[in-house]
C-alpha cells in the first residue's frame, strides 16, 4: 500500500509471511506463507487497485494436520465369556480420520466376533475367549499422514465367585464372633466390678461363738440360770448378792454329781434384807452367774 510492505498487518503470520515477489508493483502480488499451522485455516483476500478500477479474489486455505499419535486401550473387564472394546482415539488430525486394527502375535487374525468401526476408532469383542490374548495394533490416518499404537490384550478366566462368597461369609462369622466375644468379657468385667461393690458396702453379721461342749442336762440347767438372770429387775439385785449359792464356785464333786442332786444351801443361813445392808454400809454388787464349766454368762 503506497509503495511499502506490512508484514505485522496480521499478528497471528508475522515473521511467517512474505512476497514471492520482490516488487509485487510488478504484477505479481503472491505470499508464501511458511511454518503452517492448523489455526492457518482460513479465507483469503487479494485486492487489486489500478485506475479506474478495483479488483478482488478470495481463496479458502484448508490446512492438514497429521494425526497425533493415538491412545490405546480396553474398556470393561477382560475376562472369559464378557464383551471386550478396544478403543483407539487421536487427539489432533485433520478430518476425516480412519482407524484400522490388526493383531500381531499368534496367526495374526483378529476374534471371529470382532467388529470394527473404522470411523469411531473401535473394535468390539464378544463373548472374548482365551484366543483373542495376543498385542494389537491400531493405526490412525488421513490425507497428509499415519500414526499408530500397540495395546497387549490379556483375556483371564473368570473368577471363582463360590470361593469368594464362602470368604466373604467366613469373613464376617470371624467378625461376628469378635464382636461377640469383646461384648462378652465387657460385660463380665462390668457384672464383676459391681459385685466387687455390693460386696465392699454389704454388712455382714458376726460369726456367733461356738456353743460349750456340756451335757444336754446342763444346757439345760445354765439356759434357765441365764433366763432367770435376764429377768433380774434393779429392785432385786440386793436379794441375789446375798445368797451364798451365787458367791460359791463348783467344786469337782459338782462337776461330776447330776444337777438334780446339788447340795442345798443350809436352812439356817442368815437372810438380811437389801435395805439393812445398806445402811451397815455395804455396797450392792451383782456377781453374773456361771455354768459348769466356769464360763461366765
Not at 499478528?11 to 511454518?35: Q, Y
Not at 473401535?122 to 490416518?141: E, F, L, P
Not at 444351801?265 to 451397815?280: E, H, Y
Request: glycine share 8%; net charge positive; proline share 9%.
Amino acid at each position: 500500500s503506497g509503495g511499502r510492505a506490512y508484514e505485522d498487518y496480521y499478528e497471528p503470520v508475522k515473521g511467517r509471511v512474505h512476497f514471492n515477489s520482490a516488487d509485487p508493483k510488478n504484477g505479481d502480488a503472491s505470499i508464501n506463507l511458511t511454518g503452517l499451522k492448523s489455526s492457518d485455516s482460513g479465507t483469503y483476500q487479494c485486492k487489486v487497485k489500478k485506475a479506474p478500477g478495483i479488483r478482488s479474489r478470495k481463496m479458502l486455505l484448508i490446512v492438514m494436520v497429521k494425526p497425533s499419535k493415538p491412545r490405546c486401550y480396553a474398556e470393561g473387564p477382560t475376562q472369559e465369556g464378557k464383551d471386550i472394546v478396544l478403543r483407539c482415539t487421536s487427539s489432533e488430525g485433520t478430518n476425516p480420520l480412519q482407524y484400522s486394527w490388526e493383531k500381531t502375535s499368534d496367526n495374526k487374525l483378529l476374534p471371529a466376533s470382532a467388529m470394527l468401526d473404522p470411523v469411531g476408532g473401535t473394535i468390539n469383542v464378544k463373548n472374548a475367549s482365551a484366543s483373542a490374548s495376543g498385542t494389537y495394533r491400531c493405526i490412525s490416518s488421513n490425507r497428509v499422514g499415519t500414526e499408530d499404537c500397540i495395546l497387549y490384550l490379556n483375556v483371564t478366566p473368570p473368577p471363582n465367585t463360590a470361593g469368594i462368597i464362602a470368604g466373604a461369609i467366613i469373613a464376617v462369622l470371624l467378625i461376628l464372633i469378635i464382636i461377640a466375644i469383646i461384648l462378652f468379657c465387657c460385660f463380665r468385667a462390668r457384672h464383676r466390678k459391681k459385685y466387687e461393690k455390693e460386696i465392699c458396702n454389704e454388712i455382714r453379721e458376726d460369726v456367733p461363738p461356738p456353743k460349750s461342749r456340756v451335757s444336754t442336762a446342763r444346757s439345760f440347767t445354765v439356759g434357765s440360770q441365764r433366763s432367770s438372770l435376764g429377768s433380774m429387775s434393779p429392785s432385786n439385785l440386793h436379794e441375789y448378792a446375798l445368797k451364798p449359792q451365787y458367791d460359791k464356785i463348783p467344786s469337782s464333786e459338782d462337776y461330776e454329781r447330776p444337777p438334780s442332786h446339788a447340795p442345798l444351801p443350809p436352812p439356817n443361813a442368815a437372810k438380811m434384807a437389801g435395805p439393812n445392808l445398806s445402811r451397815m454400809g455395804a455396797i450392792p454388787v451383782m456377781i453374773p452367774a456361771q455354768n459348769r464349766d466356769g464360763s461366765i454368762v
